[in-house]
């Protein structure tokens, strides 16, 4: 899935967008930071109060019988939830790059830019055990029950939705999804899941060129944004990359550790092939080491076996990549 992120094009800002933009990092704010006055607001017992008051409240706190019946075990779970709530980071994305609401709003009335993402590669490096939320829109705040405590251990998300990710209907337009994470703060991101840069049709060119220079190599598309003739609607113009010749961004070849692959007799029959998925995987811009390489038992077909490749990426941990007969053959084509 393609999401966007916009963002403003004014001095107090640009220079720490395009410092994450270069780093490939995106920073997950705290709840509170959010610009919705209403954010993370819920009931409780017919009461409204926003999540990071609720903790204070707790001692004058009335709840009704079924709860005092439940010996307040509704009220300590949710508690310790909303405790737990307060230091997650939520990164806030749209569905959609042309939005004129959104390029008022956030991007700095349509001088700055909008960054397209693919998802799925966005959350595969440092985010990849996190959930995507897609955010609901709805007349009414939403209500906390016991039911939602008692299915928390189940499903966390369920209960993450009416706090994070339940909005008034007037926010529709924006069409948002949000990650959520355990801790505020930057997280890497493989730099291939950015996949687009849209310039704001007022945008300065020698923004649009600095851009370009800190993302050169990274094989990505640019486009000026432009308002449709006859129409309420914006338009994308795609534009040429200045540093469209520039040596490719993070090439790399890891090391292979002796003795990889070990090849027995399940093995054998496949060794160039094996050998080629090696040789794919230690050219990955993340790896920095080939620790292991065999068949996959779990994934393999007699037509298209697969083999994984145990790496160590060069932020230390330990990852399988995992390669069928069919892609390697591609990948070499």
């Not at 496949?270 to 998925?277: R, V």
């Given at each position: 899935?393609?999401?966007?992120?916009?963002?403003?094009?004014?001095?107090?800002?640009?220079?720490?967008?395009?410092?994450?933009?270069?780093?490939?990092?995106?920073?997950?704010?705290?709840?509170d930071t959010l610009n919705d006055p209403f954010e993370a607001q819920v009931k409780i017992n017919g009461e409204s109060f926003e999540i990071g008051k609720f903790l204070k409240m707790l001692p004058t706190f009335k709840y009704n019988e079924n709860i005092k019946i439940a010996e307040g075990n509704f009220i300590n779970a949710i508690s310790k939830f909303i405790e737990t709530s307060k230091s997650w980071g939520i990164y806030s994305l749209s569905k959609s790059h042309k939005d004129e609401l959104l390029w008022a709003y956030y991007a700095d009335s349509h001088r700055g830019f909008c960054i397209e993402y693919d998802l799925e590669i966005l959350k595969k490096y440092q985010i990849e055990h996190e959930p995507s939320i897609d955010v609901e829109y709805q007349e009414c705040i939403p209500t906390i029950e016991m039911l939602d405590m008692l299915a928390l251990n189940d499903n966390q998300q369920l209960l993450q939705k009416k706090i994070i990710a339940t909005k008034s209907k007037h926010w529709k337009h924006e069409n948002e999804i949000r990650i959520v994470t355990g801790r505020t703060g930057f997280y890497d991101y493989d730099y291939r899941a950015l996949k687009a840069?849209?310039?704001?049709?007022?945008?300065?060119?020698?923004?649009?060129?600095?851009?370009?220079?800190?993302?050169?190599?990274?094989?990505?598309?640019?486009?000026?944004?432009?308002?449709e003739n006859g129409a309420y609607n914006l338009e994308r113009h795609e534009l040429e990359d200045l540093y469209h010749s520039a040596p490719k961004y993070m090439e790399n070849?890891?090391?292979?550790?002796?003795?990889?692959?070990?090849?027995?007799?399940?093995?054998?029959?496949?060794?160039?092939?094996?050998?080629?998925?090696?040789?794919?995987v230690r050219r990955e811009p993340y790896c920095r080491k080939i620790i292991d390489a065999y068949l996959s038992d779990s994934k393999e077909t007699p037509d298209n076996p697969v083999f994984y490749i145990t790496y160590e990426r060069n932020d230390g941990a330990i990852r399988n990549f995992f390669i069928s007969k069919n892609e390697i053959l591609l990948n070499g084509s």
């Open positions: 899935m393609r999401v966007f992120k916009y963002r403003g094009g004014g001095k107090a800002t640009l220079k720490r967008d395009l410092a994450s933009l270069a780093r490939s990092q995106v920073y997950l704010a705290p709840i840069i849209y310039f704001g049709h007022r945008s300065e060119e020698k923004f649009r060129k600095l851009t370009m220079r800190l993302l050169k190599g990274r094989s990505i598309k640019y486009y000026l944004m432009k308002p070849v890891a090391k292979v550790e002796a003795g990889v692959p070990y090849l027995d007799e399940k093995i054998t029959p496949f060794e160039n092939l094996i050998n080629s998925a090696i040789e794919i």
